[in-house]
């Protein structure tokens, strides 16, 4: 599966979070490393000296996080201007295909909650990305749910093809979700003829879904974040598709991946619309 995996560490339990679900998703024959960012700021960015002092101690933690949790992993330190752009340096620099962070320490345990040093890990990260929930590290944990939302887009096939994978690996079953969302227009369309009407689209929903081998399916109406959301309370691992690489190959989150980052109930997996 996943080969080059960087683990986003902070000295906190968050960070432990993060390996705890990098343990899950890296393939056996994976390189894993530990990263630890600081934040640039001007007193930091005005002595070399300084600079060297915070390195070491950052080493130094990552070596005893390493130890504590005892996960073979190389250690990765820098100084850049935010946490975000300093694990996409080293995403880049290492050709990592997965970057794993935890959330805010301020969440609910067993949630996802963005804090800004994990919504900038996502937005515009050169591979796919894996948020974990708080706590996620305090119990021995297995995949054997995982579940994908599906609307039959390239970004939802691509979640849809990385997460057949994983359920083979883990020999979990794979469930998919597609979300209708209600036309403030509805009762229009159907007085005037037009388009396709909700009842329409969850028929077409629920045909698209039973052609899929090997995979349940279940439609819904409603906000695709929310019932995304609910739907991940009841799976170990949640896949969704991001809108796609940017200009720059970079992973973009569109509105729903955005609002589902930040109230997933499981470990999220967000993939760039192609992967290699």
Same mark, same amino acid.
């Given at each position: ?93 290492? @050709? ?74 883990? @020999? ?10 209600? @036309? ?45 959301? @609910? ?46």
């Amino acid at each position: 599966m996943f080969r080059e995996v960087i683990v986003g560490m902070d000295g906190g339990p968050t960070g432990r979070d993060a390996a705890a679900v990098a343990r899950l998703l890296a393939g056996s024959d994976a390189h894993l490393a530990l990263a630890y960012v600081h934040e640039l700021t001007p007193v930091r960015g005005a002595s070399g000296v300084y600079g060297a002092a915070e390195n070491e101690q950052a080493r130094q933690l990552l070596e005893a996080e390493r130890k504590a949790i005892g996960l073979d992993a190389d250690l990765l330190t820098l100084t850049a201007s935010s946490v975000g752009r300093g694990l996409h340096y080293l995403a880049k620099e290492h @050709s990592a295909d997965l970057l794993t962070v935890g959330s805010n320490p301020r969440s609910f345990v067993g949630r996802v909650l963005l804090g800004d040093a994990t919504r900038a890990s996502l937005t515009g990260a050169p591979c796919a990305v894996a948020i974990a929930p708080l706590g996620y590290a305090r119990e021995p944990r297995v995949i054997a749910k995982i579940g994908v939302g599906y609307d039959g887009s390239p970004e939802s096939e691509s979640a849809l093809e990385c997460a057949r994978e994983l359920a083979s690996i883990h @020999s979990a079953t794979l469930t998919a979700l597609t979300v209708v969302e209600p @036309s403030s227009y509805a009762s229009l369309v159907r007085a005037v003829g037009g388009g396709a009407s909700e009842e329409e689209l969850v028929a077409s929903a629920r045909e698209e879904l039973a052609a899929l081998d090997g995979v349940a399916g279940n439609v819904v109406v409603g906000l695709a974040g929310e019932e995304l959301a @609910s739907f991940g309370a009841g799976v170990d691992l949640l896949v969704v598709g991001s809108r796609g690489y940017g200009p720059i190959r970079s992973l973009m989150l569109g509105t729903t991946a955005t609002q589902l980052a930040s109230s997933a109930r499981c470990p999220l997996l967000v993939l760039p619309r192609f992967t290699d």
